[in-house]
């Protein structure tokens, strides 16, 4: 079965120490992933995407295909980066498989 | 560019009526639209893929006559909750999809419609 799995429902860091966020996932074929993200009373919008292997306001994430993870990584947090993260998987045609998404609280 | 909105932003209504939220890609033509239902805290679960001028493709679980989806136009799609429970207040978000470079796609997406069945 194919699966997106997130094991943090939240995750709180202080400003400026390193955050990570897990994403498992299981597929036969060959991945898709995303990293969205949901800021406070906005639309969902795509952060990362595997394929492009860029960084985005400081986030990265690596495909690890022996390990079946898209982790999402910062090494500093900002107090901004308070938010809904969801790890997505895609399929044929654009449609997206979210996992059940982990709620970042950066503290000063 | 690729602005996705929907209308209404929020809609009540009673139990037994029908309601239509609209779905509709501003500065973009999409053939593949997708509708999705958010309970609060809970992840976006894909209720159906919406392809300009055919049937909408359904999940498992998802009523086909209870959530009817016309794709009428490469702009628009709607979603028409039939018979509405208060069982179906939910928060209702669409999304685009847009080629992005060989088989790869984006998905845009609208606010949402929040949804309350009295």
């Known amino acids: 079965a194919q699966r997106v799995t997130q094991p943090e429902k939240l995750l709180s860091v202080f400003k400026g120490a390193p955050v990570e966020l897990k994403c498992n996932y299981s597929?036969?074929?060959?991945?898709?992933l995303f990293w969205y993200v949901q800021y406070s009373r906005q639309r969902l919008q795509l952060l990362l995407r595997?394929?492009s292997r860029e960084s985005i306001k400081g986030f990265t994430a690596d495909l690890n295909k022996g390990e079946t993870s898209f982790h999402l990584k910062k090494p500093f947090a900002q107090e901004e980066d308070s938010a809904m993260y969801y790890c997505a998987l895609g399929h044929s045609w654009g449609k997206l498989q979210f996992g059940a998404g982990t709620q970042v609280v950066v503290t000063p | 560019g690729a602005v996705v909105s929907q209308h209404p932003s929020w809609v009540i209504c009673k139990s037994g009526t029908s309601v239509k939220i609209e779905c509709r890609s501003l500065?973009?033509?999409?053939?593949?639209m997708f509708w999705y239902r958010q309970f609060p805290k809970q992840s976006l679960m894909l209720m159906a893929t919406?392809?300009?001028?055919?049937?909408?493709?359904?999940e498992q679980g998802v009523e086909k006559d209870k959530f009817l989806i016309n794709h009428a136009s490469l702009t628009l799609s709607t979603l028409t909750v039939t018979s509405a429970h208060p069982e179906d207040s939910s928060f209702y978000i669409c999304?685009?999809?847009?080629?992005?470079?060989?088989?790869?796609?984006?998905?845009?997406f609208g606010p949402g419609t929040r949804l309350t069945v009295t």
């Open positions: 595997h394929i």
């Open positions: 999304s685009a999809s847009l080629p992005s470079g060989g088989s790869h796609y984006e998905q845009y």
């Open positions: 500065d973009f033509q999409a053939t593949t």
């Open positions: 597929y036969s074929g060959s991945p898709e």
């Open positions: 919406s392809n300009e001028g055919s049937k909408a493709t359904y």
